[in-house]
C-alpha cells in the first residue's frame, strides 16, 4: 500500500488556484499524461461531481450565503462525492482528476473569509479521514493578473467577483500550505504561456507517475 495514499491503485491528483489561474485551461494536460501512461482517468470537480454537489455548486456559486454555512455546504458536497464517487474510483484502479478539493476551502473559506482553520480541518477528517490528493497542482498567479483575464472573459459567479485583496489572502493561504507539504505539492508558475504551464505539469506529473509506479 503506498506511503502517500491509501487507496492505491488508483492516483488523486487535484489542481488548486485562484479564479482564473487557469486551472479548467490545464486539467486536460493531467488527463493526457496518465492516459498516456495507459491509465484510466475519471475527470471530476469541486464543488460538484454527483447530483447533489451539483445542486449545492449552483447555491454556493449564485447565492449569497455566511461564510461558515459556505463552508459546510462545500464540505455537504465533498462528502457524496468522496463516496460516491472518488473512493469507488481510486479503489478500482482508477485515476482521480480533481479541479480543486480540500485544500480549497482551506484557502477560500480559511484564508480568504477567517473560518478558523482548525473547524475546517475537524470537518475535513470527518469526510474523508485518511484521504488527500498524492498530487497538488497549484497554478499560481498575482490576483491581478487573474482578474484581467476574468474581466475579458464569461460572466463570473460569486465567487470570481470577490476583490483583489480577497484573492491575495487565497493565494497566500494557498502558498503557505504548498510551502507545508511540498512533497505532495507542485507549485507552477501560471503567468507563463499555457504551452509553458502544460510543459511544467507534465514533467512532475511523469515525475509523480515513476514514484508512485515504484512503489
Ligand atoms: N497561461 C495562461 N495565460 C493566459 N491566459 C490564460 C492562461 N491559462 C488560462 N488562461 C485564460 O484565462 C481564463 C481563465 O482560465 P481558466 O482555466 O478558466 O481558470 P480557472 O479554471 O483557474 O478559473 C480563460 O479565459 C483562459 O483562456
Ligand atoms: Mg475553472
Request: aromatic share 6%.
Amino acid at each position: 500500500m503506498s506511503a502517500l495514499n491509501p487507496y492505491r491503485p488508483g492516483l488523486f491528483v487535484s489542481l488548486e488556484g485562484i479564479d482564473g489561474a487557469g486551472k479548467s485551461t490545464q486539467l486536460q494536460t493531467v488527463v493526457g499524461v496518465l492516459q498516456a501512461a495507459h491509465r484510466q482517468v475519471l475527470l471530476t470537480r469541486e464543488p460538484g461531481g454527483t447530483e447533489i454537489g451539483e445542486k449545492i455548486r449552483e447555491l454556493l456559486l449564485h447565492q449569497s450565503m455566511r461564510a461558515a454555512t459556505e463552508a459546510l455546504l462545500m464540505f455537504a458536497a465533498r462528502q457524496e462525492h468522496v463516496l460516491c464517487v472518488i473512493e469507488p474510483a481510486l479503489l478500482g484502479g482508477t485515476d482521480v482528476v480533481c479541479d480543486r478539493f480540500t485544500a480549497a476551502t482551506l484557502a477560500y473559506q480559511g484564508g480568504g473569509k477567517g473560518i478558523p482553520v482548525e473547524r475546517l480541518q475537524a470537518l475535513a477528517r470527518w469526510v474523508h479521514p485518511g484521504l488527500c490528493p498524492d498530487c497538488i497542482f497549484l497554478i499560481d498567479v498575482p490576483p491581478e493578473v487573474a482578474a484581467q483575464r476574468l474581466a475579458q472573459t464569461r460572466r463570473r459567479d460569486r465567487f470570481e467577483q470577490e476583490s483583489v485583496d480577497f484573492f491575495a489572502r487565497v493565494r497566500a493561504n494557498y502558498l503557505q500550505q504548498a510551502a507545508g507539504a511540498p512533497e505532495k505539492w507542485c507549485v507552477i508558475d501560471g503567468t507563463q504561456a499555457p504551452s509553458e504551464v502544460q510543459k511544467d505539469i507534465t514533467n512532475h506529473l511523469n515525475k509523480v507517475l515513476q514514484e508512485f509506479d515504484a512503489k
